[in-house]
Structure formats: C-alpha cells, structure tokens
C-alpha cells in the first residue's frame, strides 16, 4: 500500500475495491483499447463516493507492465495508483474468490470491500462454491458494457457492508 496505509479514510476505515480489467473497465472483447472513458466515469464516481482504494485483482496483475497500463490509465482519469494486487501468480489460488481472501487474511487493515468483475469469482474451478462473505460484496458487470453507472449503486452498498 501507499506512504499512508489509509488511503486519507479514517484509522477505523479502510475500503478496497477488488478490480477486475477485462469487462469491467472496457468491454472484454475490447482489451486492445482499455479502460475506455465511460467505464473509468463510474469508477471514479465510486472512489470520489466512498474514498475506496483499489486492489487489482485482474490478471493485469501478473507483471509490472500491467499495472504499470493500469496505473497510466487511472492517472489519466485522476485517480491514484492501485493499491496492491492479490497474489502475483495465476493460480496459485483455486479461484478468484480465494485469491481475495487470502489478500483480506493478509491485510487487517481492510475493513470493507467490493469486487467489480465481469465473471462469477469462481469460474476457474465452477464446483467451488464462492465464499458467501465474498459474494456478499460482489458487483458482476456485464462483460459487453463494463461498468455502468447501476453498477455504482450496489457497489456504494456494497462498501457499506462491514467485513463480519
């Protein structure tokens, strides 16, 4: 995480929003052109509402490269920086979900959260269920669109959600 581990919330506060790239922040079939205007709008709308950080969570993670486009991007669109990312290797956890719990496991300081993804968090392994404090805090997008501005509503609840 940054200098200031609290993003600006409150020492009691801390809020991470789990991003997905591909169909959240641009159509899926469109990852040649990313982070397309109007999906960035609604993002920033929810960080402006909920003073939320971001944790990638997206296979964009898995070399500097990535998060470095992902980092440009979200600085064009005047937001900061991720984060942090889940863990840097692609399956090394069962499912996406997992990889959440491990990052929340690993970092007490969270203490509310949403996931933006385009897809059900345990596609990789479909006879896993998903965790239900997990699904409690997911937004699915719908991979055609990315994030739409009915997205933000259930994400702003959903980051009202204390992790139990």
């Given at each position: 995480?940054g200098?200031?581990?609290?993003?600006?919330?409150?020492?009691?506060?801390?809020?991470?929003?789990?991003?997905?790239?591909?169909?959240?922040?641009?159509?899926?079939?469109?990852?040649?052109?990313?982070c397309?205007?109007?999906?960035?709008d609604?993002?920033?709308?929810?960080?402006?509402?909920?003073?939320?950080?971001i944790?990638?969570?997206?296979?964009?993670r898995?070399?500097?490269?990535?998060?470095?486009?992902?980092n440009?991007?979200?600085?064009?669109?005047?937001?900061?920086?991720?984060?942090?990312?889940t863990?840097?290797?692609?399956?090394?956890?069962n499912?996406?979900?997992?990889?959440?719990?491990?990052?929340?496991?690993?970092h007490?300081?969270?203490?509310h959260?949403?996931v933006?993804?385009?897809?059900?968090?345990?596609?990789?392994?479909p006879?896993?269920p998903?965790?239900?404090?997990?699904?409690?805090?997911?937004?699915?997008?719908?991979?055609?669109?990315?994030?739409q501005?009915?997205?933000s509503?259930?994400?702003?609840?959903?980051?009202?959600?204390?992790?139990?």
């Amino acid at each position: 995480m940054g200098a200031d581990a609290t993003g600006g919330q409150s020492s009691a506060t801390y809020k991470a929003i789990f991003l997905d790239v591909d169909g959240v922040l641009h159509p899926a079939n469109e990852s040649q052109r990313p982070c397309r205007k109007p999906c960035m709008d609604v993002l920033k709308e929810i960080i402006a509402q909920s003073n939320a950080n971001i944790v990638l969570s997206s296979n964009w993670r898995l070399d500097e490269w990535g998060i470095g486009q992902v980092n440009s991007h979200l600085e064009r669109a005047g937001l900061e920086p991720v984060a942090g990312h889940t863990h840097p290797q692609e399956d090394f956890y069962n499912t996406r979900a997992d990889e959440i719990l491990e990052y929340l496991h690993s970092h007490p300081e969270v203490t509310h959260f949403v996931v933006l993804d385009d897809v059900e968090l345990n596609f990789e392994d479909p006879d896993t269920p998903v965790p239900a404090c997990v699904a409690a805090h997911s937004v699915q997008t719908d991979e055609r669109h990315g994030l739409q501005p009915k997205d933000s509503q259930a994400a702003l609840a959903r980051l009202e959600i204390p992790i139990d």
